[in-house]
């Protein structure tokens, strides 16, 4: 079983939809989460760390679910501009190692 | 934040060669991280490089193949050693100040 697992996409929505994106962790002890964006060809940047109270940045809002382990992306009024793929990012301890998810492709349309 | 500069952008190499990558911060960190991102595949880490110390390596990264430099604590360097097709990937450096912050990534491919 992968340490990060994701929606495998590609998730092909129009213009203005609304999308969710789930992730699920296996390390019940993992220590904070993170959902990053990845330009094709371009290096991953921080989207939105996510939060146990869930949190709430512009069209975008991050779930987590620790008893579930189960953390969501979603994307209001989904842009051309949102057109990536979406890293869901698990960090197990303090050690700042990162462990990434294979990713998710999201493809806005006009 | 962290301003990371990473080079070479790309390259295209013989197979048995050796390249190196460089990553400069623009500030002092005390780990640096190396990663891998193959064609379609999420990023994989190969090691952290601490200043003053060995790097740590982890499953399936030998030092023998990606031997790390970390001279000081704005700078480190990953070669990637006798060089065969299945290492085309992307490699990335990344330092942790609050959040992660990469490197703009090599995209390396074995001829």
Not at chain 2, 5 to 34: A, E
């Amino acid at each position: 079983r992968k340490e990060v697992e994701q929606d495998p996409g590609p998730f092909n929505v129009p213009e203005g939809a609304t999308v969710a994106f789930n992730c699920t962790y296996s390390n019940s002890a993992s220590q904070s989460f993170f959902w990053y964006r990845q330009d094709c060809r371009k290096e991953p940047k921080l989207l939105m760390s996510v939060y146990s109270s869930g949190n709430e940045d512009g069209r975008f809002t991050a779930q987590l679910n620790r008893a579930s382990q189960y953390i969501s992306l979603l994307i209001r009024d989904s842009k051309l501009s949102d057109s990536a793929t979406y890293l869901c990012v698990v960090n197990e301890d303090s050690s700042y190692k990162l462990i990434f998810g294979s990713g998710t492709r999201l493809l806005v349309r006009p | 934040s962290a301003v990371i500069s990473q080079k070479p952008s790309r390259d295209i190499c013989q197979r048995g060669t050796s390249l190196t990558i460089q990553c400069q911060v623009d500030s002092q960190v005390t780990m640096m991280f190396w990663y891998r991102q193959q064609p379609g595949q999420s990023l994989t880490l190969i090691a952290t490089a601490n200043q003053g110390s060995e790097a740590t390596y982890e499953s399936g990264f030998v030092i023998d193949k990606f031997p790390i430099s970390r001279p000081n604590l704005t700078f480190s360097t990953l070669t990637v050693s006798n060089m065969s097709p299945e290492d085309s990937s992307i490699y990335l450096c990344s330092v942790v100040t609050g959040k992660a912050f990469f490197g703009q990534g090599t995209r390396l491919t074995v001829v």
